[in-house]
């Protein structure tokens, strides 16, 4: 029963996720645009699974709300800083810095929502990522201390996705 269930839907969060989208590009909820949502939903990852050999086999959703959460406060809160910078501040006293930062994650899909959230967050940018997936390079708009932006990306989001990814 399990195999047949992983057959038929081998992503199901994916599934729900285009089901959604799919309702939300519409712009109208009938039955029909959800019954046809909810078939893109399950064939778009039955046909792609194939390239989706090593997907994690957890994800804590109850840990990803807060982590958005948590990303999205990140967002605003930076948004003030890098506004500050440019307004008040000359580009001869910025700082800027390329910082590596060390990866314990191992999951690529992991790896891609760290390296997302860097990006997303005004002031840092993810620039490279190893050949062997083992370290991350973040450029930092403004960065006293470089050692500490490494810190701050390891504990505040590093930690965090990997209680989320088992």
């Known amino acids: 029963m399990i195999r047949a269930y992983h057959w038929l839907l081998p992503h199901p969060f994916l599934t729900l996720l285009l089901t959604v989208v799919w309702v939300l590009l519409q712009n109208s909820v009938t039955?029909?645009?959800?019954?046809?949502?909810?078939i893109l939903g399950i064939i778009i990852p039955r046909v792609t699974v194939v390239w989706w050999p090593d997907r994690p086999r957890a994800f804590r959703l109850t840990r990803m709300i807060p982590y958005m959460l948590l990303v999205l406060w990140d967002i605003l809160v930076a948004n003030v800083q890098v506004a500050?910078?440019?307004l008040t501040?000359?580009?001869?006293?910025?700082?800027?810095?390329w910082?590596?930062?060390?990866?314990?994650?191992?999951?690529p899909e992991a790896i891609t929502i760290l390296a997302g959230t860097i990006t997303l967050t005004p002031g840092t940018v993810s620039a490279d990522l190893s050949d062997e997936g083992h370290s991350l390079l973040v450029h930092a708009l403004d960065a006293p201390d470089p050692d500490e932006i490494r810190d701050q990306i390891k504990e505040r989001y590093e930690r965090r996705l990997k209680g989320i990814f088992v």
């Open 31 to 38: 039955s029909g645009m959800v019954v046809f949502g909810l």
């Open 84 to 86: 500050w910078i440019v």
């Open 89 to 97: 501040r000359p580009n001869s006293k910025l700082r800027p810095a």
């Open 99 to 107: 910082v590596v930062v060390p990866l314990e994650l191992k999951q």
